[in-house]
């Protein structure tokens, strides 16, 4: 079956960097956009970035352009995300989740989630 | 602060029906037909509901229905039960490439 697994997340000292990763099945990853989507404790959904299906394309929201990275890796089906200077409103699940790209180069809505990995930011 | 607006809680009676309203700008909502609607269960993953503003995914009961006028989108849910009661997310492409999510909107089943 589809299946996208997050795994990565921790507790981590503000200025610190984590890796997250996204194990996807059941599906030819190296055909699908992937986003990261995070949600802080108790608050709404977040967009934190999206990747072409073949890497040449990356979107970031503002709060997180210059400090996190995300790639992929088509023939390991697996989606990444660097996060460098990490601060303590980076604290959130965070989740991966698939873009059907149903117009081409429109990255835009996520119709297979993970169950999220927590990245706690604290000293 | 949400760049889109929804309204914090809507409820309903069982079989009534409900609309949530997701507002944004000519830039996002208003200039594009890919809005998507997203269900969340307390400790779980969202789901999608609606995407392109009206279309369902397959599973979806046809309870759930969007549409969209000038910058704001709506999600209605009729004939409402027990189980639609949770979080909903609006989501809509920016012109910018970003992706906008709205401030969720808790449901309450009366």
């Known amino acids: 079956q589809v299946q996208l697994v997050e795994s990565g997340g921790g507790v981590v000292q503000p200025g610190r960097s984590l890796r997250l990763s996204c194990a996807a099945s059941?599906?030819?990853?190296?055909?699908?956009?992937m986003h990261w989507v995070r949600q802080a404790p108790g608050k709404g959904l977040q967009w934190v970035s999206v990747?072409?299906?073949?890497?040449?394309?990356?979107y970031y929201a503002d709060s997180v352009k210059g400090r996190f990275t995300i790639s992929r890796d088509n023939s390991k089906n697996t989606l990444y995300l660097q996060m460098n200077s990490l601060r303590v409103e980076d604290t959130a699940v965070y989740y991966c989740a698939r873009d059907p790209e149903l117009v081409p180069n429109y990255y835009y809505y996520m119709d297979v989630w993970g169950k999220g990995t927590t990245v706690t930011v604290s000293s | 602060q949400s760049v889109l607006t929804q309204p914090a809680s809507v409820s309903g009676s069982p079989g009534q029906s409900i609309t949530i309203s997701c507002t944004g700008t000519s830039s996002d909502v208003g200039g594009y037909n890919y809005v998507s609607w997203y269900q969340q269960y307390p400790g779980k993953a969202p789901k999608l509901t609606i995407y392109d503003v009206s279309n369902r995914p397959s599973g979806v009961s046809n309870r759930f229905s969007g549409s969209k006028s000038g910058n704001t989108a709506s999600l209605t849910i009729s004939g409402l039960q027990a189980e639609d009661e949770a979080d909903y997310y609006c989501s809509s492409y920016a012109s910018n490439g970003d992706v906008l999510f709205g401030g969720g909107t808790k449901l309450t089943v009366l």
């Open positions: 059941g599906f030819t990853f190296s055909n699908y956009p």
């Open positions: 990747i072409s299906s073949d890497g040449s394309n990356k």
